[in-house]
């Protein structure tokens, strides 16, 4: 029933039925036809990679299973013409390899830590078990704790020094709680009497530095006079700040007095227990190894470079110019790093730049650089993700009355992290990988373990390297692909709510 | 038109005083010498050829756009650099916008509760009730648990008032409210309007719909190149324009 060119007025009289689609648009046929073989091209396209496939596929499971070594005490049972992998090397090395040097009486310590890891993070992962904010600061406060404590052993000594000092440092980071009780200009003005002192804190402690003054006795100890007077005064400082903060009724100052108090509190908690003896037998980082090197580094890199490029990225698009140039600066140099120079810097040039006597670990060391380096790269994942925010979920947050950072938390960064995830999922994946750099630095991450396993000459034959590559190789691509399916879930199951 | 312009009660107590005011985009002068006080209760409509700095003068009254020269006092709080103040202005005026600026993100339970439990710290229970109470008399609580994606934009132009009124605010500015919605949309969010009108709540709004004017607003303003070039009661603007400009506008508009 065409229309006729000729006469425009037309009117249906029958319904149009409602059909099956055509067979080439469904049905495993209609996929093969759409998907393999929709032209002449593609067919030939089709079977040379399918070809391909089969053979390699075809070749490594005639590798590993086929020609395979399964049971052997030593290189005598991979020596063979046409051996394929020699599994035995694997059943041998792979304690090594999960936990490097680590004393092996005391491996329960690392696998008490890879359950309670593992039990924490599974719920963490299932969006619909509930209690994530709690699950949350397990995982971010205590989880790092307990593991600090089980696999170095805690009792980490601190000296009364160390603590004077950290408590100083608290103080004199006081005077911040009047600025964020009341805003900048209000805060400053309220808290001269606190910010002059902190300044002059910082002055004499910096004195310090250049002059070498004589030591004093105060009692029970000797202690330097600039670094003890700095203290004293950061003490003041702090006292002087907090009951600004103390002394205004709205309510404001007490908030900010308390979020000040639980983060000070919070931190010489977590000190003293790391100082608390457990009984724990010491076990120095050097002695840990293998995929517990690898999931430390790389965790706790995946861990801190997300807040702190959340950070980072915020301080770039700030109207502050400080702020401004500060996160600049930092993301270009880091970014403008390779990460072996960064991890070389860490365990060659920053000792050289510490007071004597001052000794980090080296893993510390690297952790560090690595945390900071991904956090470089992290900022600008997020920052992309905040450009794509349109200007007016800003404008609809601000006319509502929301803070900056109620505007940020509740509205832009869902959003952006949102569309950040692939992105961001990406850096985990490539910081994970990158880990295998610090074996470079002496620490025996998962593959350096691997390398030095190879060179035991009780398992010196040819079918020894590839079996080992192929495996560490199996449990990196086991560990990013997981990664990268995970984020795939989140994004889809994110996505529902906003299709139209 | 059925309904005459009905009598104001307008109150003498001023709601937005802007004395003077000047603002520039780098050197382009969009705002000239403006002043207008808008008393509480009255209903002022905006209108003006497009670039004229209609949404830009709204902008100002919650401080989305920063004006460089003159007063703007807005419930008694003049805006200045001071924080503070500024976020007491957003508190006490909502605002609607031309593309709704709903959060994708949120259901529109959500979208609705969310800034009087963060800025006004209400209760979660109390202001989902307030929420519903706004949802219904926008017309739509059935749609209270789907996203704003889901909605269609008459829909959506529904919840952001709503969303704006939750904030129980002194003042309510619409930025065109209806000129991304399709015509049989703008009905629904024009009722909505005059529902808000009868209220009594203190409007200004910038929208081309005369049939809106002539019927809740007690004032008309038009504005041209960055000034405000005739203000008048709707009656007179319409049947008695002064202005050449406005003569011209009207002729544009109305046919
Ligand atoms: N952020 C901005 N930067 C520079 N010029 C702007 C900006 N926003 C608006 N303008 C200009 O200011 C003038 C007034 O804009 P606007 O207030 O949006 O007009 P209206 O709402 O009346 O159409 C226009 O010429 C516009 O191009
Ligand atoms: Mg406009």
Redesign the interface.
Known sequence: MAADPANLAYVRTEEAPLLPPPANEAGVRGWLIKNLFSSPLNSLLTILVGAFLIWLIWDTVKWGLFDAVWTGENREACTGEGVGACWPLIWDKFPQWMYGFYPIDQRWRPNLVFLIGGAALIPMLIPSVGGKLWNAMFLLIFFPLITIILLSGGHVNFLAQTYAAVIALLLLAAVIVPIAAF?LE?GLQRNRPGIILAAAALLVWLGGFLVDTPSISIGFARVNALPFFSMLLAFLAGVVSLKVALADNSGAGRSALKGWALIAGGLLLAMLLLDIDFGLEPVETSQWGGLLVTLVVAVTGIVASLPIGILLALGRRSKMPVVRMFSIVFIEIWRGVPLITVLFMSSVMLPLFLPEGVNFDKLLRALVGVALFSSAYMAEVVRAGLQAIPR??Y?????????YW?MMA??IL??AL?ISIPNIVGNFISLFKDTTLVSIIGIFDLLGIVQAGLRDANWASAASAPTGYFTVALIFWVFCFGMSRYSMFIERR?AT???? | MAEPARKLEVGDEVAVQIVGMNKWYGEFHVLRDINLTVYKGERIVVCGPSGSGKSTLIRCI?R?EEHQAGKIIVDGIELTND??RI?EV??E???V?Q?F?????L?VLENLT??PM??RKMPKAEAEEVAMTYLTRVKIPEQAKK?P??LSGGQQQRVAIA??LC?NPRIMLFDEPTSALDPEMIKEVLDVMVDLAQTGMTMLCVTHEMGFARQVANRVIFMDQGQIIEQNSPVEFFTNPKSDRTKLFLSQILH
């Open positions: 805003g209000d007016g979920q404008e609809g947050a601000q006319a509502l009355g929301l803070s109620q509740k509205i869902p959003q949102k994110l709510g906003h299709k139209r | 919650n989305l924080v503070k976020d957003r508190r005026v909502g605002m916008f593309h600026n709903l959060f994708p993100h259901t969310l800034a963060w800025v996203y994606g889901q969303r704006a904030m």
